[in-house]
């Protein structure tokens, strides 16, 4: 009620439930029908702002990508594919001059795609694991045609109510401990991955050798290995693949 230009409640309810209630009714009054308009956020017509936001959405992707190094496009689009191949048999055709035959055929991986790093795919064959660095891939071909894609989407939905706690509160900290963590929220990186296998033996395999060491320690992009009792140390871009233990647990 509007009383000399002042807007008050309602002064026919009893004073005691003004009080009370804030001036509040106990049955809610039917709503005035008044014009709802909200600001327009432009002067054009519906149709023709969404195609221009398309067109400017677009325009901005296309800045984006026009910045970022060639090297890194190939990275990025043999990532989105392997996440595609989540769980499926593929045979990966490797940049890599070193036979690792005497057929003189050019070289292949076969195993099942077990996780797409942001710089690497990991396949397991039997008891292994095989880190191919995606800048070594050529080309990829799924072994089995008539696949059924595997499920990655809502790997959080169904997880211990106490974890979704601990994410929520203490998200650095929890999710910097966790390999898997940091793979769904920000994918993991060549580096990252083999820090697990610290002081474990691995393979390598590199245009020039192939050789097993222990992995000492994975540092500014180099690996340091502990090859018959001396330290070694070999660029991360070197190996074009490593065969590593199954992880446990």
Known sequence: MLNNGILTGNTNLPEKQQMEGFCIPTDCPERAQTLQLPS?????????????????????????????SSEREILEVIEGAMEGLIGQEVELEIDCSLRMDETGEINTVIGRVQLAGRDFTVLTSGRKQLLVPN?????????????????????????????????????????????????????????????????????????????????????????????????????????????LPICKG
Not at 44 to 68: G, T, V
């Open 135 to 243: 800048q070594k891939i050529c080309k990829i071909q799924l072994k089995n045609r008539f696949a059924e894609p595997v499920e990655t989407e809502g790997l959080l939905e169904d997880i211990d109510p106490c974890l979704r706690r601990c994410i929520t509160l203490r998200f650095g900290e929890v999710v910097s401990g966790s390999v898997e963590l940091i793979q769904i929220f920000y994918g993991l990186t060549q580096e990252v991955y083999l820090l697990q296998f610290i002081d474990q033996e691995i393979e390598i395999i590199t245009p020039d050798e192939k050789l097993k060491a222990k992995l000492h320690d994975v540092r500014d992009k180099y690996l340091i290995l502990c090859d018959e009792k001396k330290n070694r140390i070999m660029p991360m871009e070197e190996p074009c693949i490593i065969t």
């Open 40 to 68: 327009p956020t432009s002067c054009l017509p519906q149709e023709i702002l969404e195609e221009l936001e398309l067109r400017i959405r677009a325009a901005n992707e296309f800045l984006l990508n026009s910045s970022l």
